[in-house]
């Protein structure tokens, strides 16, 4: 076990699978204590396993990170369990439409910005409360993607998304830096999750991608999980509002 994470308590959304699984079970290995969030109990019950059985501490909550209910209810039962928050890292999101942006249907739309938007707000918000309470540091990771970044053909909506995501984390970096809250974002590429199966499973698709990218290869979740254990921890004290973009070079062109 490492102590980067020593004594913080971090909340990761979407925790269940994929690249929240891979952050909260490298969150736990370096001490910190993990709530695990995601709309279905079943998985975040099997990553809380795997994570106290090696050592770490974790408590799995079932909470949909659109519903503003659910998600005072995830903090309230958080904080019961360990009195406080440190760390929030903002992971779930949802991609409904693949295809044309203009061919999108307006509940595509409206799902897509309430859960990666207005849920990412949503619990920053509360986060940010806690720790101004509390009158006490913090850290808040954004998981965005290079869609945010880039022209995003067949996934536009998904991209508008990510694009106010690292928005949001530059405005929130510069209005919360004086009560010592930092607030950054991780832009991945190509991860092979099931989010990126569509993608991934598509010979054409993906070796147009892994040609571009300078790493030549599609990403693993554990790529993504040590930097955001670097951006919650005091390692990266004077790093806020930056979008660290894990992609193994698909962004150089
Ligand atoms: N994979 C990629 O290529 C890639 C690239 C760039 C960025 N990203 C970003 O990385 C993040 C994680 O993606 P992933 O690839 O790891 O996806 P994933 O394997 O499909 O996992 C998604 C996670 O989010 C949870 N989730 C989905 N909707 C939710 C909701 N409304 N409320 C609470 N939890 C919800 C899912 O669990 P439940 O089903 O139990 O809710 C699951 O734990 C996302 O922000 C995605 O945009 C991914």
Do not use: F, H, K, N
């Given at each position: 076990m490492g102590e980067r994470l020593r004594d913080k308590v971090a909340i990761v959304t979407g925790?269940?699978?994929g690249i929240g699984a891979a952050i909260a079970a490298n969150m736990a290995q370096e001490g910190a204590k993990v709530v695990l969030v995601s709309r279905k109990i079943e998985g975040l019950q099997t990553v809380a396993a795997e994570i106290r059985g090696n050592g770490g501490e974790a408590t799995p909550l079932a909470c949909h990170v659109g519903h503003p209910d659910q998600r005072e209810d995830m903090l309230d039962q958080a904080l019961n369990a360990y009195?406080?928050?440190?760390i929030l890292v903002n992971n779930a999101a949802t991609n409904p439409h693949f295809g044309p942006?203009?061919?999108?249907?307006g509940g595509a739309w409206d799902k897509t910005f309430e859960v990666n938007v207005k849920g990412y707000f949503g619990m920053i918000r509360l986060v940010a409360g806690h720790l101004q309470e509390r009158k006490a540091k913090g850290s808040i990771v954004n998981i965005a993607s290079v869609a945010g970044l880039m022209a995003a053909p067949m996934q536009g909506v998904y991209g508008m998304t990510k694009a106010a995501v690292i928005s949001m984390t530059k405005t929130l970096a510069m209005e919360l830096g004086a009560s010592g809250i930092r607030v950054n974002a991780i832009a991945p590429g190509l991860v092979e999750t099931k989010f990126a199966q569509v993608l991934v499973d598509n010979d054409e698709i993906r070796s147009n991608i892994v040609n571009r990218t300078a790493a030549g290869r599609v990403g693993q979740p554990r790529d993504i999980a040590g930097g955001a254990v670097f951006l919650a921890?005091?390692?990266?004290?004077?790093?806020?509002g930056d979008v660290m973009v894990i992609d193994g070079g698909w962004t150089l062109g």
């Open positions: 925790a269940s699978r009195g406080r928050v440190d942006m203009l061919s999108i249907d921890s005091d390692e990266s004290d004077y790093l806020t």
